[in-house]
């Protein structure tokens, strides 16, 4: 029984910034965002931090992509608002750097009381997946 609960403790996500949460299920009608929705926040402020443990994949000025310890990979993005031009991350890790949520991940840069933080879950790493399925073939044929 430990076991799973030491999992869960795992893949547990963290806020990575202070700010207003936001019910997901009515701000994202029509928006396009890949993979499964964990959560939306108005920031109050600019520290972004981690909001898991696991390791940096891919970053660019709007989001940044982090696999799991547990293989789930997540998307970290800062939706504008139809009238914001600028406001962009400000990264202080770089791809493949370790983080656990008192990681501080970046800053924001000129974001106004419209922007959000989405986090969203994408699926497993490739190589996670790579893995699976080499046990299962070792154990099955």
């Known amino acids: 029984m430990s076991l799973f609960k030491r999992s869960s403790v795992i893949n547990q996500l963290s806020a990575p910034v202070q700010g207003e949460s936001v019910n997901v299920e009515t701000i994202f ?20 931090f ?8 891919d970053l660019t000025s709007h989001h ?49 009381s419209k922007s959000l933080i989405i986090c969203s879950r994408i699926g497993l790493s490739s190589t996670i997946e790579a893995q699976k399925q080499r046990r299962f073939s070792a154990i099955f044929g």
């Not at 293989?71 to 202080?92: K, M, P, V």
């Open 29 to 48: 009608d029509g928006m396009s965002i890949p993979g499964q929705l964990k959560f939306a926040i108005h920031p109050s402020n600019d520290a972004i």
């Open 64 to 112: 940044i992509a982090m696999t799991a310890i547990s293989g789930d990979c997540y998307w970290l993005t800062l939706q504008r608002s139809a009238n914001e031009t600028a406001g962009t991350f400000d990264w202080q890790v770089r791809i493949g750097d370790s983080i656990s949520p008192l990681t501080l991940l970046g800053t924001l840069t000129a974001t106004d």
């Open 50 to 57: 981690a909001p898991l443990n696991g390791e940096v994949t």
